[in-house]
């Protein structure tokens, strides 16, 4: 996303179209230097690759070890008021240390003890939580308490009041994902704290946004018109578990569905728009039958990957990991995919694909399916 020109590596009379070194020539770059100015000829190159060259690399975190650090968090590190949430974010190796999974997107596991609260604030990042293990944590978003459970898909779309508290004896972890790359670069982030405490600590099995939305393809009359995020507060792993086993025995039975063959996908969608979650993330479940292997692909935009369930490979450009439960995989723009499944293979992926598609930027190349 950000392009590093710096005056100081200024070379005259480097590489073709470039004028001679002289010293009339270095008192100019000097000029430049001095004014804070970059000519564009010494640059071209960097600013405008023939096709995407990402900083961001590929890169692949084990849940083994993301989970005995959170646990380790657990036991040394409270949550509070000031840090907010025990949350460790992926950090892509080609970003600089920054807490950035890609140049757009967030990527943390977040962990909570038990009987422990994440105190109640809101910020215009748009959040979504994807539970790999465990319940007993509710997340109550804007007063309405959310249960989270293993499978589920749950939405804290920006400026909504949100807080955790976890009502079990035992520890949860789970996967956060939100735009805060994004939101940094384009310096628009707003934050507000809210009460100290979570004041509604029910917990009942489904949530006021489920009870009003989350009914397949019934809307209720009371409320028309687009909404920018979703209001369904949690896609549950029963109906997502559902249509992806429906996809494959329609492929089964010679009937239409599937991406390519044993491979299901559903995407998460916006009800009252049919578009995607939230403005700047798109959020998918994958299923690949045993011995299945994906088209390679390429697109636009960046993407991070985890396995819910099962083994297999997956290859990134010239990268190529062995991936089982929980283990996530950072697929920078334009950089081609093919994943493999060694077992029955689930996969959640999100990305920023819906920033892309409303600056009709986005791109999507399948290469032909490799033998
Ligand atoms: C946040 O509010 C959550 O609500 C998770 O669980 C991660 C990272 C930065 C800022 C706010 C959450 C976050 C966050």
Same mark, same amino acid.
């Given at each position: 996303?950000?392009?590093?020109?710096?005056?100081?590596?200024?070379?005259?009379?480097?590489?073709?179209?470039?004028?001679?070194?002289?010293?009339?020539?270095?008192?100019?770059?000097?000029?430049?230097?001095?004014?804070?100015?970059?000519?564009?000829?010494?640059?071209?190159?960097?600013?405008?690759?023939?096709?995407?060259?990402?900083?961001?690399?590929?890169?692949?975190?084990?849940?083994?070890?993301?989970?005995?650090?959170?646990?380790?968090?657990?036991?040394?590190?409270?949550?509070?008021?000031?840090?907010?949430?025990?949350?460790?974010?992926?950090?892509?190796?080609?970003?600089?240390?920054?807490?950035?999974?890609?140049?757009?997107?967030?990527?943390?596991?977040?962990?909570?003890?038990?009987?422990?609260?994440?105190?109640?604030?809101?910020?215009?990042?748009?959040?979504?939580?994807?539970?790999?293990?465990?319940?007993?944590?509710?997340?109550?978003?804007? =007063?309405?308490?959310?249960?989270?459970?293993?499978?589920?898909?749950?939405?804290?779309?920006?400026?909504?009041?949100?807080?955790?508290?976890?009502?079990?004896?035992?520890?949860?972890?789970?996967?956060?994902?939100?735009?805060?790359?994004?939101?940094?670069?384009?310096?628009?982030?707003?934050?507000?704290?809210?009460?100290?405490?979570?004041?509604?600590?029910?917990?009942?099995?489904?949530?006021?946004?489920?009870?009003?939305?989350?009914?397949? =393809?019934?809307?209720?009359?009371?409320?028309?018109?687009?909404?920018?995020?979703?209001?369904?507060?949690?896609?549950?792993?029963?109906?997502?578990?559902?249509?992806?086993?429906?996809?494959?025995?329609?492929?089964?039975?010679?009937?239409?569905?599937?991406?390519?063959?044993?491979?299901?996908?559903?995407?998460?969608?916006?009800?009252?728009?049919?578009?995607?979650?939230?403005?700047?993330?798109?959020?998918?479940?994958?299923?690949?039958?045993? =011995?299945?292997?994906?088209?390679?692909?390429?697109?636009?935009?960046?993407?991070?990957?985890?396995?819910?369930?099962?083994?297999?490979?997956?290859?990134?450009?010239?990268?190529?990991?062995?991936?089982?439960?929980?283990?996530?995989?950072?697929?920078?723009?334009?950089?081609?995919?093919?994943?493999?499944?060694?077992?029955?293979?689930?996969?959640?992926?999100?990305?920023?694909?819906?920033?892309?598609?409303?600056?009709?930027?986005?791109?999507?190349?399948?290469?032909?399916?490799?033998?």
């Amino acid at each position: 996303m950000t392009a590093t020109v710096s005056p100081v590596t200024l070379h005259a009379g480097d590489g073709p179209g470039q004028p001679d070194p002289t010293p009339e020539l270095h008192a100019l770059y000097r000029g430049f230097e001095q004014e804070l100015l970059v000519p564009l000829w010494t640059e071209i190159g960097d600013l405008m690759p023939s096709s995407p060259r990402p900083a961001a690399l590929a890169h692949r975190w084990q849940w083994a070890n993301l989970l005995a650090l959170a646990e380790r968090s657990g036991q040394l590190v409270p949550v509070g008021r000031g840090g907010e949430r025990r949350a460790i974010a992926l950090a892509n190796p080609g970003l600089g240390g920054a807490p950035y999974a890609t140049p757009t997107l967030w990527a943390a596991i977040q962990y909570l003890n038990p009987h422990e609260d994440a105190p109640v604030h809101r910020h215009t990042q748009h959040a979504f939580r994807f539970v790999l293990e465990g319940e007993g944590v509710w997340t109550v978003v804007d =007063g309405d308490p959310v249960a989270m459970r293993r499978g589920d898909f749950l939405l804290t779309p920006g400026w909504r009041f949100h807080g955790h508290h976890n009502q079990a004896d035992t520890p949860m972890a789970w996967l956060d994902g939100l735009d805060i790359p994004f939101v940094h670069h384009t310096g628009s982030a707003f934050f507000e704290l809210g009460p100290d405490h979570v004041a509604d600590r029910s917990t009942p099995a489904r949530s006021r946004a489920e009870r009003l939305w989350a009914h397949p =393809g019934l809307r209720p009359v009371s409320q028309s018109g687009p909404q920018v995020s979703s209001p369904v507060a949690a896609y549950r792993w029963e109906h997502t578990d559902a249509a992806l086993r429906d996809q494959l025995d329609l492929e089964a039975e010679g009937h239409p569905g599937v991406v390519e063959p044993g491979h299901a996908a559903v995407r998460f969608s916006n009800p009252t728009t049919g578009g995607d979650v939230m403005p700047t993330i798109r959020a998918e479940m994958h299923r690949l039958r045993r =011995g299945a292997t994906t088209a390679t692909r390429r697109e636009v935009g960046s993407a991070v990957w985890q396995v819910f369930e099962g083994a297999g490979a997956v290859r990134v450009g010239e990268h190529e990991w062995e991936v089982g439960r929980g283990d996530l995989v950072a697929v920078p723009s334009w950089q081609p995919l093919t994943i493999s499944a060694g077992t029955d293979l689930d996969l959640f992926r999100f990305s920023d694909t819906p920033v892309f598609e409303r600056l009709h930027a986005d791109r999507v190349q399948v290469d032909e399916v490799q033998s």
